[in-house]
């Protein structure tokens, strides 16, 4: 499933090949995403142009001229990819956004838990879907300073909360647990028993988990390449994720897996330990 570095990455290749560039036509496919694709989803995109490519959390926003934004998530099995002529297109393309001048994006999701939505708004802030998003790892603000209090506030498990969209944007499955890891926190232990050194340590291993992500083009899993159809490199990086009953980098214990909310959590039981205020010196 695409994470904040994986549409990171996006966002970075749209900068590149489609700013600037005035549609000309849209096709879908008519099959439902995650929720329809707006009625005046191809009327409203075509004539205008691409300014500006924004990340918010897993959200891709492309501010177009005349002012609109085009709403991108890519769900769980969503792909761009950008070809400089007409291409063929294969099953599971459910829009193409063709370019004057030639050039087309291409969005192609098997599993269609993914969305495409054009609004109109006066900035970026005023659409629902960032109101709703909480603080991204990347921006501004993304210390102890914020992190803290908002761990003191809930019983919820460390591994619950990054990932809630609402509190955490852009954090999936794959950077939780190796956050946790790389902060030495276990994922099962509750927010409101974190001290302060450890959520310093915390907002410090989200960030320099992501940016290393990002530096490295994202993680790829079956399901998932960058759009020019590159893999991404991360996942030769990762110490936890799915490496169930390999021996931890840093300790060489077993690294377990354990279930939480329907999801699958990986994590070192010698070095993530569960009790509160404890942390293992070793390594
Ligand atoms: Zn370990």
């Known amino acids: 499933m695409p994470e904040l570095p994986e549409v990171e990455t996006i966002a970075r290749k749209l900068r590149n090949t489609v700013v600037g560039k005035r549609v000309s036509a849209v096709f879908l496919s008519g099959k439902s995403l995650r929720a329809p694709v707006p009625g005046h989803f191809a009327s409203a995109l075509t ?13 891709l926003i492309l501010e177009m001229e005349p002012k609109a934004f085009w709403l991108i998530h890519l769900g769980m099995s969503g792909r761009l990819f950008y070809f400089s002529q007409p291409a063929t297109k294969p099953e599971h393309t459910h829009a193409v956004i063709q370019f004057e001048g030639g050039g087309e994006l291409q969005y192609r999701d098997p599993r269609r838990f993914g969305l495409l939505d054009i609004q109109e ?19 501004t603000g993304f210390d102890a300073g914020w992190l803290w209090p908002e761990l003191l506030h809930t019983r919820r498990d460390l591994k619950a909360f990054l990932l809630d969209q609402s ?54 899993f079956s399901d998932f390449t960058d759009s020019d159809g590159e893999p991404g490199e991360h996942q030769d990086f990762l110490h936890v994720f799915q490496r169930e009953g390999e021996k931890c980098h840093r300790c060489r214990a077993r690294i377990q897996r354990l279930r939480q909310g329907n999801r699958s959590t990986y994590f070192c039981p010698r070095c993530q330990n569960r009790a509160p205020g404890r942390m293992k010196k070793k390594g």
């Not at 004539?47 to 959200?59: L, Q, S």
């Not at 005023?126 to 790892?137: E, S, T």
């Open 47 to 59: 004539d205008r142009t691409i300014r500006r490519v924004h990340r918010m959390g897993k959200y």
């Open 167 to 220: 509190r955490v944007a852009g954090v999936g499955n794959i950077y939780a647990c190796e956050s946790l890891f790389r902060a030495r926190l276990h994922p099962a232990r509750r927010c409101n028993t974190v001290s302060r050194k450890e959520a310093v340590a915390l907002a410090r291993a989200v960030r320099h988990v992501l940016r290393h992500a990002v530096a490295h083009r994202g993680t790829t």
């Open 121 to 139: 708004a006066s900035t970026l802030f005023a659409l629902n879907q960032v109101q709703r998003l909480g603080k991204d790892p990347l921006g």
